[in-house]
């Protein structure tokens, strides 16, 4: 009988362990707080190695159908910095992930839907916000895009924003904080000692510890970390905003200036012409009038000459 007992404990902790193996995008129904749904491990990959764009499709695709979706985030992502040029500062629209994924991002009138890919070194992040399509690119070295590359990276989006490794310094361990800590040190941590994301108590997929990722300070923390980075994101596209929008009525008034200056000179020169007109015509001497001819006298008839009497 304790044998018998003992089979269901082994296959219930084999099932456990087996659960805990399986990658973490693949979990169908992850928690939604704060409308944003977050997905851990890796990406999927095809059998060729490369990442699986119609895997990530189809699982963007299912998280926004849930009710109350308005971010999907795939965090911890391992690339690469070969993969991330590749996958995120592509010119071709066809092997550009964020480009390949964007048209199953939802388009809701007053309501922006993301899609973010972000570790610790880099963040990309696709999404729809007042009917256009907007990308934002940080952390991944872009050092070695040409013009023409960066112009045609461009052009995938109706408006993006690009920031290289530099650009964020020493910034990342301030604003881009890791779950229930600092990016570098301390307790739950990324990167070293308990509560680690990848071992010790509290790790990224288990629900204990201090640095556990789904209880206790580390998720309050997580929470506000996500406010403060869409706040920051808010405030830098309303910023976006009005540096597009200053310069567009800066590039329309300097079109109705020109417009408006080459109306005046129509009219000063059809003005000047008239002018130039009537003084010629006052300048030009009047014409003698012809003299009318004196009527000719009418002529004698003429004898006959034809010898008739």
Do not use: C, Y
Not at 104 to 114: D, I
Not at 175 to 181: I, M, Q, V, W
């Amino acid at each position: 009988m304790r044998r018998i007992a003992r089979i269901p404990t082994a296959i219930w902790l084999l099932s456990g362990l087996a659960m805990l193996t399986i990658p973490a995008w693949g979990q169908t129904t992850p928690p939604i707080q704060n409308g944003q749904v977050e997905i851990f491990g890796s990406l999927p990959r095809t059998t060729s190695g490369e990442v699986n764009v119609e895997a990530l499709r189809q699982t963007i695709q299912t998280q926004f159908a849930r009710p109350g979706v308005q971010e999907v985030q795939f965090r911890n992502v391992s690339l690469t910095e070969a993969e991330q040029r590749v996958l995120f500062l592509s010119g071709d629209p066809d092997k550009n992930l964020l480009r390949q994924i964007s048209d199953v991002v939802p388009s809701s009138n007053g309501t922006e839907r993301n899609v973010t890919f972000r570790s610790d070194d880099f963040r990309a992040r696709v999404g729809r916000e007042e009917g256009q399509l907007r990308a934002r690119i940080e952390g991944i070295d872009q050092s070695q895009l040409t013009d023409a590359e960066r112009q045609n990276l461009r052009a995938q989006f109706d408006r993006l924003r690009l920031e290289g490794a530099s650009d964020r310094g020493g910034n990342q361990a301030n604003n881009r904080g890791g779950r229930g800590g600092g990016d570098n040190s301390g307790p739950g941590s990324r990167n070293s000692g308990h509560g680690s994301d990848n071992s010790g108590p509290g790790s990224a997929n288990s629900g204990s510890g201090r640095g556990g990722d789904n209880s206790g300070r580390g998720g309050q923390h997580d929470i506000r970390n996500v406010n403060d980075d869409r706040r920051e994101d808010r405030r830098a596209d309303r910023q976006l905003d009005r540096r597009e929008d200053r310069r567009d009525d800066r590039q329309l008034d300097r079109r109705e200036d020109r417009r408006e200056d080459r109306q005046l000179d129509r009219r000063e020169d059809r003005r000047e012409d008239r002018q130039q007109d009537r003084v010629a015509e006052m300048d030009r001497p009047d014409r003698p009038d012809r003299h009318e001819r004196p009527d000719r006298p009418d002529r004698p008839d003429r004898p006959d000459r034809s010898g008739h009497n």
